[in-house]
């Protein structure tokens, strides 16, 4: 099909696949194999080796690409994995500037492998985008952000990061994670690379590990997929499966998620007991214009703390959900609830989580697609 000619939904369901040529069938087959037979050393029909290619994966990459209005999609076996193929793209003495709010995995791996590499990393607060010009040097190669960020919800200006970008000949990487395509496509605002925990939103089932890269550029992808192949961290065929099964279901659960952390947003916000609710469709959420121009809804991630901002009345309240299970991730069809200072974040040092907002007592909670009444419910008991 003819990709961008068709809208989102359309092309969630479509995209990048086609009947099977040999059965013509409708579901991409998983090829579970490690090697392909050539007819003679080099006569092959595009396939050789499966770290290198496997034919469920292209049609999983080919995907992902349509989707968030790319050329080029590359699958890796984790998020991290992928976060990792990119940060490899540098070289020993230059460095990157990282939104100072994200992911506890993403600012390790920074933090503790690639610092020892002799990459420098300067981690910045970004609600004002003009606060990267301050920072770039003649050694700054890379821009990192999330938005929104995790867990405290910021929103960055993607259009407005770019064009700073753009002028200092930067590469500019932005974690679509927790908006997914179906809320935002920053490529379409200006970014160079898009990453994907695509264990989350895209799979939406809790049942995969997976990441994902889409771009625009030819020569990144061919830096990328040396990367990829030459690294070896690649999903399995079934992985990628599960990945193209979700993603066919994304904007009907996605519309789900938005409506459903909406309206548990704003009970939230009403609870006598609740304190700070970070979400970010409150009109009187910081960046929320930027939110409205680049987002196309706000989403089921909600963080928010007790009145009494109090650690132990707050993992009182994690002990006591029976709908919202206690457990890492996000992004399925499940609600969970966790607390990012002991779980997603516990690798980033407690006096650098405060200063950026991130406190003790924080909760954050992944909406999912239960019935919202019933999960109403649930924080109501927990709560108290």
């Not at 990709?3 to 092309?11: A, F, I, R, S, V």
């Not at 952000?145 to 770019?162: F, R």
């Not at 930067?170 to 970014?191: E, K, M």
């Not at 309206?263 to 609870?271: D, K, M």
């Amino acid at each position: 099909m003819a990709d961008k000619n068709y809208k989102l939904g359309t092309k969630l369901i479509h995209a990048g696949v086609h009947p099977d040529p040999t059965t013509g069938a409708i579901m991409t087959p998983i090829y579970q194999t490690s090697t392909y037979v050539q007819a003679g050393p080099g006569d092959h029909k595009g396939y050789e080796y499966a770290r290198t290619q496997n034919p469920t994966r292209t049609v999983l990459q080919n995907a992902l690409a349509a989707i968030e209005n790319g050329k080029y999609g590359l699958c890796f076996g984790s998020g991290m994995a992928a976060t990792d193929a990119v940060i490899k793209l540098l070289v020993p003495g230059d460095e990157v500037i990282v939104s100072n709010d994200l992911y506890g995995g993403t600012y390790r791996i920074m933090t503790k492998v690639f610092a020892n590499y002799g990459i420098k990393f300067h981690f910045i607060g970004m609600h004002d985008v003009h606060n990267i010009s301050r920072h770039i040097n003649d050694k700054t190669k890379m821009v990192w952000i999330e938005t929104p960020t995790n867990p405290l919800l910021n929103v960055i200006d993607i259009a407005g990061a770019a064009a700073i970008t753009k002028k200092h000949n930067l590469t500019l990487v932005c974690d679509n994670t927790f908006a997914s395509p179906y809320l935002q496509t920053p490529l379409d605002l200006g970014a160079d690379i898009v990453l994907h925990s695509a264990t989350k939103y895209l799979g939406g089932h809790s049942d995969v590990v997976h990441g994902a890269l889409i771009m625009n550029d030819a020569g990144l992808e061919e830096r990328l997929r040396f990367i990829q192949n030459s690294c070896g961290a690649v999903p399995g065929p079934h992985d990628c499966w599960l990945v193209l099964r979700g993603i066919k279901t994304l904007h009907v659960r996605m519309q789900r998620h938005c409506e459903n952390g909406k309206t548990i947003a704003h009970y939230l916000r009403s609870h006598p007991k609740v304190g700070k609710v970070l979400w970010v469709g409150f009109e009187d959420h910081p960046n929320h214009d930027i939110a409205k121009r680049q987002m196309r809804g706000f989403g089921g991630m909600i963080s928010f703390t007790l009145k009494n901002d109090n650690i132990e009345d707050a993992l009182a309240v994690l002990k006591k959900t029976q709908l919202f299970s206690l457990a890492e991730s996000l992004g399925g069809v499940e609600s969970l609830i966790g607390h990012p200072a002991t779980m997603t974040h516990g690798s980033i040092p407690r006096e650098q989580r405060i200063a950026n907002g991130l406190g003790d007592s924080l909760i954050r909670l992944s909406v999912g697609i239960e019935d919202v009444d019933d999960l109403i419910e649930d924080l109501k008991q927990a709560i108290g």
